[in-house]
């Protein structure tokens, strides 16, 4: 198994004592990859970093002996973040994943400066050689979420407890509402972001904030947490989230998840580098790739509705349906994008508006 350490560990000294401390998970050899993981916030049992662990221990099954894995967990973006990556590299770690938004600029300066050292990097939208982002098209997986929250909601209003306002979630969002308006176009929704991406306290403060409006059907947007899943169970509401299944959190209310499996994308960077390959490519991964999946339809969800669902995520995974196509209204009521003209993936890679029918403005 991977080694762990956690900020305060890192912190207390530097990162070759703290790494010695804790090699006797393998002894070391001269044709040992070592592979070093940053993550935002714990592994826990649930979640964006739990998710990412089982990618990295599928590496792990496919490559065995040859890999060292030092796992770094709770690491605030920022100084530390920048400082604890470029000890991973001193120390002789030669492929780097960092999973998180905010570890980007201090991952492509030590791109730049290590041209043998191979970053495989959470989200972004820098390259070089030897970076390479990776991110997934949840929003596929959302807007069948939305469809299903359509069927279920009692208020029509359903509503998100978002990390950050960056790209990425506000694509996912987007795509929820456009599914819950295929079923029922008079559905509003509601957002509040907590602009963090580990607050329990905050994104449970969120989502009692949703209930408070009558929302009765929650989307915990990239919380690494079960606080939204759980505290929709108590409160007899629907909640769903992404990465990993929260079902046992919310064993009645759980609309399900929109799941990742990193596994085979980590393995065939990890095996590039070491073979001369690594592409440095940013690598946008959806059902098409079996990357992003669907899972733990709560059984409240009428059969017509779920064979609706079913058919859609085969358009989906064919390409015969394409979620971000117009006509696309936004919420000021303009229309973006005319009947039949779909956004390119740099326009959805880039998007900062809301579809009609969310009613929270975004962040300045």
């Known amino acids: ?130 970076f390479s982002p990776f991110t997934a098209k949840y929003w596929q997986g959302t807007y ?75 989307f915990s947007n990239a919380q690494d947490t079960p606080s939204v899943i759980s505290l929709a169970e108590e409160e007899g509401v629907y909640a769903f989230n992404l990465n990993s299944s929260m079902l046992a959190y919310a064993p009645t209310r759980y609309l399900g998840v929109v799941g990742t499996d990193w596994g085979p994308h980590f393995t065939r960077l990890v095996e590039a580098h070491l073979d001369g390959t690594f592409p440095g490519e940013n690598f946008w991964l959806g059902m098409e790739h079996d990357t992003v999946f669907t899972a733990d339809w709560n059984p409240n969800i009428p059969a017509d509705v779920i064979a609706a669902i079913e058919a859609r995520e085969a358009e989906i995974r064919d390409g015969t349906f394409i979620v971000f196509e117009g006509p696309l209204i936004d919420q000021a009521d303009t229309e973006r994008y005319a009947d039949g003209v779909a956004m390119t993936d740099a326009e959805i890679l880039s998007m900062d508006w809301h579809v009609k029918g969310i009613t929270t403005p975004l962040p300045n």
């Open 144 to 218: 069948l979420m939305g469809m299903a929250a359509a069927a279920l909601t009692e208020t029509k209003k359903i509503g998100c407890v978002g990390a950050f306002a960056i790209p990425e979630l506000i694509t996912s969002i987007n795509a929820f509402m456009l599914g819950a308006q295929s079923i029922d176009p008079e559905i509003e929704m509601s957002v509040v972001w907590v602009n963090s991406w580990f607050d329990p306290a905050s994104e449970q403060a969120a989502a009692r904030a949703l209930i408070s409006q009558d929302v009765d059907v929650i």
């Open 1 to 130: 198994m991977p080694h762990k350490i956690d900020r305060r560990s890192v912190l207390k000294g530097s990162l070759a004592a703290t790494t010695a401390m804790v090699l006797p998970w393998k002894a070391m050899a001269q044709d040992t990859l070592r592979i070093g993981v940053v993550l935002p916030s714990p592994e826990a049992d649930v979640g964006w970093s739990h998710t990412l662990m089982e990618g990295i221990r599928s590496v792990q099954g496919a490559l065995g002996d040859q890999l060292e894995v030092t796992v770094l967990e709770n690491i605030a973006e920022g100084p530390d973040a920048d400082r604890i990556a470029n000890g991973l590299v001193a120390e002789g770690h030669t492929v780097l994943m960092l999973g998180s938004f905010g570890y980007q600029n201090g991952g492509m300066q030590i791109a730049q400066r290590r041209p043998d050292v191979s970053i495989i990097h959470a989200s972004g939208f820098m390259t070089a050689p030897n």
